[in-house]
Nanobody
Framework: QVQLVESGGGLVQPGGSLRLSCAASGSAFSMYTMGWYRQAAGKERELVASITGGGATNYADSVAGRFTISRDNTKKTVYLQMNSLKPEDTAVYYC??????????WGQGTQVTVSS
């Protein structure tokens, strides 16, 4: 069983920045592929960014160059640094542990609202 707890969401103005954190349980965290997903109102959940145990990263085209995913295996934490935020980034952001292309564990989600 893996538990994921997100933090760091909130209200930010367009052009601003936020950093999301996801604290994980599990002794094999350093081997997990982790991802950040988001779901805007009325839309399907989508993959924003992922990072393998070895540190390889992947980004959705909509966030590439603005968002950075990283991890600290000593703290069992994965981060999502979000810069140059846009209103269309408004969504509930979820941390997830991936198993291949599927997700086997989800966090509870944290709201990010980009608005003036």
């Amino acid at each position: 069983q893996v538990q994921l707890v997100e933090s760091g969401g909130g209200l930010v103005q367009p052009g601003g920045s936020l950093r999301l954190s996801c604290a994980a349980s599990g002794s094999a965290f350093s081997m997990y592929t982790m991802g950040w997903y988001r779901q805007a109102a009325g839309k399907e959940r989508e993959l924003v960014a992922s990072i393998t145990g070895g540190g390889a990263t992947n980004y959705a085209d909509s966030v590439a160059g603005r968002f950075t995913i990283s991890r600290d295996n000593t703290k069992k934490t994965v981060y999502l640094q979000m810069n140059s935020l846009k209103p269309e980034d408004t969504a509930v952001y979820y941390c997830a542990k991936r198993r291949g292309y599927a997700v086997d564990y989800w966090g509870q989600g944290t709201q990010v609202t980009v608005s003036s």
